[in-house]
Structure formats: C-alpha cells, structure tokens
C-alpha cells in the first residue's frame, strides 16, 4: 500500500466520522470560528463565515443528520485525443442537413 492509498483511506475515515458525529463537528467547527472572529476583532468576519460554511459542506456536516456525505472525488475524464482529419486532403467538409439547397 502506497503513501496515497493510505492518505485516502485516513480521509475516507475522517469523512466517515464526520457524517457520523456530524453535531459535535459543525460544533467544533463553530467554536473554531468564534475564536478567530474574537481575536480579529470581527474585522474579518464574512471571510470567517465563508471559512465555517465551506468546511461544513466539504465534510458533509450540512446535510441532515444521517445522510452520506456527496462524493468529493468526482472523476474526471480529460477530453479524447482528436483523430484524424475525416475528409479527403483539400475537399469539402462532411454532408450535413442544412435544408433545402438553393
């Protein structure tokens, strides 16, 4: 098992645990936040906020209790490489329905 393999079983883990205890995590998440404000002084407070709301919806805590957190690894699929140019070397491009001709 490799260093990533156990880098995502560890955060598969702490997701799980977060779906879990998803009450005592918003808390801490929470109090984590007024600490900050305080010692700021508010002066950053909607950075703070957007901090708070981004972290409860990476680790799934805003959802109702009970519900899986969403798959944070999509997968994603580059573009296929393009082939070879379909049309003869220097003619027109394919047919294509355009209407009647005129």
Known sequence: MGLMDTVKGLLGKGKGYAAEHS????GA???VGDVA???TGGKYSQHIDKAQ???????GTDAAP??????????VRP?????PDPRPE?????????????
């Not at 709301?53 to 680790?59: E, V």
């Not at 899986?68 to 997968?75: A, E, F």
């Open 23 to 26: 009450d005592k995590i918003d």
């Open 37 to 39: 404000d305080s010692k």
């Open 53 to 59: 709301n981004a972290a409860r919806k990476h680790l």
């Open 90 to 102: 220097g003619g027109p491009g394919p047919a294509t329905p355009s209407g009647p001709a005129q």
């Open 66 to 75: 009970g519900t899986p957190p969403p798959n944070p690894d999509p997968v």
């Open 79 to 83: 573009d296929p490489e393009p082939g």
């Open 29 to 31: 998440i929470g109090k």
